[in-house]
Each structure stands twice: as C-alpha cells, then as structure tokens.
C-alpha cells in the first residue's frame, strides 16, 4: 500500500504530459490529425493568396480543380494568384474563365480591371470597374477607388503626353486587389 501511494503522485504528473515525441514549444508544425476533417482546397488557396505565397496557391487551386473540377472560385483563385505574380496575361484569361462561369462575381470583374490598367487598356478597365462596382452595390471600397483612378487616368490620358508611371497592387481582402501608385 505503501508503494502505491509514492508511486501515486508520480503517475498524476506523468499523466499532465503531452507527446513525447514532440517537446511543448517546438518550432515544428503538428502532425496529422487521423480525426480531423479536410480544409477544403480552395480555403487553402485563398490563405496562402493572404500570406503572399502565389506559387503555392496556385497549387492549392489546381488541387481543387482536380477535387471539383473548374468553377468560377478555381479560376477566380487562380487568376487572383497570376495577378500577385506580376504574370497579367495569363491572369486576365484566368479571370475573364472565371467571368464566363459566374457573371455576378464583383471580385472576378474587379482583378480583371486591375489587369487591364496594368495592361494600359483604360478604358475597358473603367467599364468593367462600373460593372463590379454595381454588382458590390457601392460597398467595396477598394473598388470605388480603383473606379476613380481608371476614370482618373481616362480623363488625363486624353490629351496628355506618354508618361512613365509605376503601380503597386495592393491586397484588400479576399482575392481583392487595389492599384496604387508608387510615389
């Protein structure tokens, strides 16, 4: 009995222990969960798009073409990430995919204007600007902005020279792109 009892306190510690393979504050990501459900792919996407990592979303969006085959959030996904790699040309086909699929997606005809004003083509980026901004009922900020620089841009572009002028995409929430100029 005795034996039991000193060995008592012993154990309740041991039982406050957690794995022992992996030390409570290490730097290593958690292993696999055998209970746990699935994150769907294009939630992966979406977050990884937030973190900057475009390559790996554009991963995570082919994983969920091939899961769900291509819907209008695959293409809108993967025209998102193009945009954030600078790579416009295959972005905007992506986008115009993701258009063709879902006409009342504000998010697909807003990265779509960002491309075409990143291409120079203002005023079809103006017209599909109003498009999403109609669609968003006015909500949308970053979209009323970048409605204002493309007609901005319009009305100076008129009868001004060729000027050399830098943008900056910046990100504002989900698959949401706004145009910045660089000062």
């Known amino acids: 009995m005795t034996r039991i009892s000193a060995l008592l306190p012993l154990l309740v510690a041991l039982a406050g222990c957690g794995d022992p393979g992996r030390p409570t504050g290490s730097p290593y990501a958690p292993g696999v969960a055998p209970g746990a459900a699935m994150v769907d792919a294009t939630t992966v996407g979406h977050r990884l798009i937030s973190a900057g990592e475009y390559e790996l979303a554009i991963k995570a969006f082919s994983r969920a073409a091939l899961e769900q ?5 695959v293409y809108l996904g993967l025209g998102s990430a193009y945009l954030g790699l600078g790579r416009v040309g295959q972005a905007e086909t992506l986008l115009r995919d993701a258009i063709k699929k879902d006409e009342t997606s504000p998010e697909a005809w807003n990265n779509l204007g960002v491309t075409l004003m990143e291409q120079g083509e203002i005023s079809e980026a103006e017209q599909v600007f109003r498009r999403a901004y ?8 970053s979209i009323r902005d970048n409605l204002r620089l493309a007609l901005a841009k319009q009305e100076n572009s008129v009868y001004a020279e060729a000027e050399e002028q830098d943008y900056k995409l910046v990100r504002r929430g989900s698959s949401d792109y ?3 100029s660089i000062p």
């Open 69 to 73: 085959g291509m819907t209008s959030e």
């Open 178 to 180: 706004l145009i910045r």
């Open 134 to 141: 109609a669609l968003d009922n006015g909500e949308s900020d």
